[in-house]
């Protein structure tokens, strides 16, 4: 296990409590009570229906389809699937809120509560608690820079289809936070139910903090809000933990309130108090019966979801032999997962989880690009493996034509063809070149059989070179040693 | 007055179809009288040139004999439906302007049935009234005046009042009217005409301008229980757009009319006499119970034990919907907006010039039983409260098959009685809200005048869903009653 997160106060140490509310924008062709299209990015107000312009008379009617993304994703955090659930009015004024109230679910959401696993670094797991997820429409867009007095109003993400997931206060550092909205992140774009994209805004989260004494009862929280970053989530929890500890430990008390993220200065500061909070006057949606849905058709989705991360991370660590590690790193996303299984078959699992993590993603990072966009396909990259597995090109040269593959595209064998990097594993060839080296340092040669063993390494290294790294490395070894010991 | 505005629209639809008269004679008839009786402030808009225009295609489709069930039969709209391309103003001075881009579901029905429409109807402002008198565009006028105090006008009730006076003073046919608490059945009762409130979910509110989403449906305001029964017909209908719509068929009206009422059981609750009511309602409702037993029905005494707390149940849940379904109104989309130096001053003076002060009122009333602290003591007790009113009536219907009441406790009151205190105005709901709690079916029909000559109705409810039940007892009195009263403005024409 990793060391607890603690953090030193004057008075002596702390740990934070964090608990995640996560909106996550569903994917679905229209929104949630409306037939409007839910594309990102298109011309101002044009994807706005009677409906999410709350016109008089309109009224909302369920897409069946952001329901059953709702329950996909309970399923996939398996959580309790309410076979009944209602939606709520959230009544409140915004100039981007068009009905003047949300449609949410606040009593009975159609998720209860469910179970969310963290990879740590250590390679170990940590449960975390899913208290709930229910689903609610989005507020359009008010723009404040079009106009210097009047603010723009944008509809076109009025009423689209949100869930918020909402955890258990079972967090306790930063770094957890971070992992929590990643593996959630996966699991969601797993299944296909959120693209997880956090810069357009599909994804955000609320992070609630509080600070105590290890031991001591929960805290009073602050809720630091519409965190579109996992960096930002870092930074803010660990400004807001610090204030909160310096103004404990200064003999004051935290004031339950909702704050914002100022990303330039890297600071929080105070949105509204608790007393100044909205009285949103939840009550049940009169336009809306109670959502009720046919356990043969909840099932029926859950049979049809995908392998998910935590089933596929087992069972490369059965089937492949990989360290908890790198199989969370292998099944983070799905297409990397699939990219991995791809060129691991027939091969050496554990070298091609070595030269995708280390290699390929290391390239590719250095070049700004993802798995995607990768000059190298599976294949190709699948072939340089073979090309080390055969013994035709030493782990070394593999490098050179692995750094050449992310250049040209070019298949391993081909370059190794054309630059004449074969490895040499003919026992007359490296007997002539030892022969050589011998030779040439004969005095070396004297001192090594006089007991000075660590001279072996400068004879391969001096083999090496001269065959321009192209013998084989274990033949050389088994040559040098039969020469001089022999 | 043209003489084919005594038709109902039974008659004029035979008359029409067999070619005795074109839709265009009728609507012109009605477009005159119309201008005759604007004094009665009973339309906010008229539409005489698409009337016309609207006639004149029906007249074309009667020609090729393919004429719809409400093939050119002038009808007003209630100025709470929205309809495409004319001005939909619910009688508030927030929907300045608006016209809307669409259409309601209940009025594309009626429409697509060949009818044709006059004009938009005046009401209480967001159908909140039971008098008509919370409009911005003014009271109407109800076209009955009573012996006693001829000079003074009378309210014609609310809060589909300019439906309810359009009807009686022939200046439509029939007319279309919803019903929140009783805004079909009280005007009708007080304009000697028929109103019926189909069970919750049988009209598409869809295109409604909302009031409280969980009580409002549309009905027929009509001159006789088969014209209703005719028009409810083709305004109701499951509509996948209105998430409350019921998928249940509706029964074959007009088959069920003229069934009589032989062998039913009829429920008489006795919660419904209430002190201080007047006598001659009393007497009116005997009367009722005495037709409807001569006519073979059987009288039983029920209870609806829960009765009195109806009034104080809507009173809660009415404005609590209404305080959302209002949120709208923000001056930000549509509609009126006045100015502020911030958005929160641009709403408070929009909705502080925009509603009225009946309007307000619910408002506040609707914010704060759902507030915090609050919620469970109100909301949420007048929600149990509900489902104990709707209990009363399931046990009932066990025994009866339809529930005989009277319509409202007084006859029409004259413009500016009942004012000084809101809630005196609220108790002339005490008898149509149960049923609109409960969701159930309801008709009014006129019964007799009152001494000083005003018209009072008696109410039919049903189970749900049983409007055949409730068409078949309302005729049975119409026809008992034999109503041949008008208002004196139409006798002299």
């Known amino acids: 296990m990793t060391e607890p997160y603690r953090i030193q106060g004057e008075t002596g140490e702390w740990e934070v409590v964090l608990g995640l509310e996560v909106h996550a924008q569903v994917i679905s062709h229209a929104k949630l009570f409306s037939g409007s299209s839910t594309t990102f990015g298109a011309e101002a107000n044009t994807q706005v229906s009677l409906v999410d312009a709350a016109m008089p008379g309109m009224l909302p009617v369920i897409n069946r389809e952001c329901v059953e993304q709702a329950v996909r994703t309970g399923l996939a955090l398996k959580a309790q699937i309410n076979l009944r659930s209602v939606f709520d009015r959230k009544n409140y004024f915004y100039a981007d809120l068009p009905q003047g109230y949300q449609i949410s679910q606040y009593k009975d959401p159609i998720v209860g509560e469910g179970v969310l696993l963290l990879d740590l670094p250590d390679g170990s797991t940590k449960s975390v608690g899913i208290e709930r997820l229910h689903l609610e429409q989005d507020a359009g867009k008010s723009l404040h820079d079009q106009h210097p007095q009047k603010t723009y109003v944008d509809l076109n993400r009025s009423g689209v289809a949100l869930m918020e997931i909402v955890s258990k206060p079972d967090l306790s550092s930063p770094e957890e936070a971070g992992l929590y909205v990643k593996k959630l992140r996966s699991i969601l774009r797993y299944i296909g139910t959120c693209d997880g994209n956090m810069q357009e805004g599909s994804m955000r989260a609320d992070v609630n903090v509080s600070v105590r004494k290890p031991g001591d009862p929960l805290g009073t929280r602050c809720e630091i809000k519409n965190m579109n970053s996992v960096r930002f989530i870092h930074q803010a929890i660990e400004y807001e933990a610090r204030r909160q500890i310096e103004i404990l430990e200064g003999g004051g008390k935290i004031d339950q309130e909702t704050r914002l993220f100022d990303t330039g200065r890297g600071e929080t500061r105070s949105m509204r108090s608790k007393e100044d909070a909205q009285d949103y006057r939840y009550f049940p949606d009169p336009d809306l019966l109670p959502l009720v849905l046919d356990q043969a058709r909840v099932d029926a989705l859950g049979a049809e979801l995908p392998e998910l991360p935590d089933v596929k991370k087992a069972r490369f660590i059965a089937d492949f032999g990989l360290s908890p590690y790198d199989a969370a790193i292998l099944v983070e996303e799905r297409e990397t997962a699939d990219w991995y299984e791809q060129l691991a078959k027939g091969r050496d699992a554990k070298i091609a989880a070595n030269w995708l993590i280390s290699e390929l993603f290391g390239a590719l990072n250095k070049a700004g690009k993802d798995l995607s966009e990768s000059p190298v396909s599976a294949e190709s990259l699948g072939g340089l493996v073979d090309l080390i597995g055969d013994g035709t090109i030493s782990g070394r040269i593999a490098k050179e034509v692995f750094a050449e593959m992310f250049e040209t595209g070019k298949a391993a064998g081909d370059i190794v063809e054309e630059k004449g990097l074969k490895q040499v594993s003919d026992t007359g060839a490296i007997e002539g070149i030892i022969d050589a080296v011998l030779a040439e340092n004969a005095d070396k040669v004297e001192q090594y059989r006089g007991g000075k063993d660590k001279l072996f390494g400068f004879f391969v290294g001096q083999t090496m070179k001269k065959s321009q790294g192209k013998a084989n490395p274990g033949m050389v070894n088994d040559l040098l040693r039969q020469k001089l010991d022999g | 007055m043209s003489d084919l505005l005594n038709l109902t629209l039974a008659e004029a639809r035979a008359t029409l179809a067999a070619k005795d008269i074109s839709s265009t004679e009728l609507t012109q008839a009605y477009i005159a009288r119309m201008e005759a009786t604007a004094d009665l402030n009973a339309y906010i808009t008229t539409t005489p040139d698409k009337a016309l225009q609207m006639a004149e295609q029906a007249d074309a489709r009667l020609a090729k004999g393919e004429g719809g069930a409400l093939e050119g039969i002038p009808l007003a709209i209630k100025d709470l439906f929205c309809t495409e391309g004319v001005l939909t103003t619910a009688a508030s001075h927030i929907l300045d302007g608006f016209i809307p881009p669409y259409e309601s579901t209940v009025t594309t029905n009626l429409w697509n049935a060949g009818a044709v429409l006059l004009g938009k109807t005046n009401l209480d402002e967001f159908a909140m009234g039971s008098s008509n008198v919370t409009s911005y565009y003014g009271p109407v006028e109800n076209p009955w005046r009573s012996t006693d105090e001829p000079d003074r006008k009378r309210v014609p009730g609310g809060s589909s009042g300019g439906s309810a006076a359009a009807v009686a003073a022939r200046s439509a046919l029939a007319a279309t009217g919803t019903d929140t608490g009783g805004s079909i059945r009280q005007p009708a009762s007080f304009s000697g005409i028929v109103g019926m409130k189909p069970t919750y979910g049988r009209c598409s509110r869809w295109g409604i301008v909302a009031f409280a989403s969980s009580l409002d449906q549309a009905g027929p305001m009509a001159r006789t229980v088969e014209d209703a029964a005719l028009m409810l017909q083709v305004m109701a209908g499951y509509d996948p757009k209105d998430s409350t719509s019921a998928a249940e068929a509706m029964p074959d009206l007009s088959a069920a009319l003229n069934q009589g009422v032989k062998g039913l059981k009829i429920g008489v609750p006795a919660e419904y006499q209430v002190d201080g009511m007047p006598e001659e309602i009393t007497k009116v ?132 009685d009942n004012e000084d205190d809101p809630v005196k105005m609220y108790l002339n709901d005490i008898f149509t809200v149960p049923a609109s709690l409960a969701g159930l079916p309801g008709i009014s029909v006129p019964a007799g005048l009152s001494e000083r000559g005003l018209p009072m109705g008696l109410q039919v409810l049903g189970r749900m869903f049983d409007e055949g039940s409730v068409v078949r007892v309302g005729r049975a009195l119409e026809r008992a009653a034999d109503f041949t009263a008008v208002p004196t403005m139409v006798r002299e024409g």
Do not use: C
């Open chain 2, 285 to 416: 409702w005997r009367q009722g119970i005495d037709w409807l037993k001569a006519e073979g029905a059987e009288i039983v005494d029920i209870s609806l034990p829960h009765t009195k707390y109806a009034l104080a149940t809507y009173y809660i849940i009415a404005p609590a919907e209404a305080s959302s379904n209002l949120a709208r109104y923000d001056g930000v989309r549509y509609g009126l907006r006045v100015d502020g130096d911030s958005l929160a001053e641009m709403y408070a003076n929009t909705r502080a010039a925009g509603f009225g002060e009946e309007v307000q009122r619910r408002v506040l009333v609707g914010t704060y039983v759902l507030s915090a602290g609050y919620y469970d003591a109100y909301y949420l007790k007048a929600q149990k409260v509900r489902a104990l009113l709707r209990r009363d009536f399931d046990q009932a219907f066990e025994t009866v098959d339809a529930i005989l009441t009277p319509t409202a406790p007084s006859d029409a009151f004259a413009i500016g």
